[in-house]
């Protein structure tokens, strides 16, 4: 079956398919539910998913582009995530700063 990558449908297989779905680029494994209804809701819930990795990725790289130093600080006052030019001006790498 042909799919768009990072997509893999197949209607039975063990660890030997998932293992080379994922050599070819498969990100998500869904196990195959009981009935439709499960199938529809499941792979709706993959799809959200997707959308919302696909949206932080793309915001991402719109914070990254910025000229102006962004972070986020968690309630303990930790720093959570910094762009490049944040990182710029205070000299630091990201694994010295985020925990």
Not at 12 to 30: I, Q, R, S, T, W
Not at 31 to 49: M, N, Q, R, W, Y
Not at 63 to 82: F, K
């Amino acid at each position: 079956m042909a799919a768009e990558p990072g997509h893999h449908a197949h209607g039975n297989g063990g660890e030997e398919v998932m293992a080379d779905a994922f050599k070819h680029g498969l990100y998500h494994y869904l196990l195959k539910p009981d009935g439709f209804d499960e199938l529809v809701a499941v792979t709706a819930a993959a799809i959200e998913s997707k959308r919302r990795e696909d949206f932080n990725e793309l915001m991402a790289l719109i914070v990254n582009s910025l000229p102006d130093a962004v972070y986020c600080v968690d309630t303990s006052g930790r720093i959570t995530a910094i762009n490049v030019a944040a990182r710029r001006m205070y000299g630091y790498a990201d694994l010295e700063l985020v925990d």
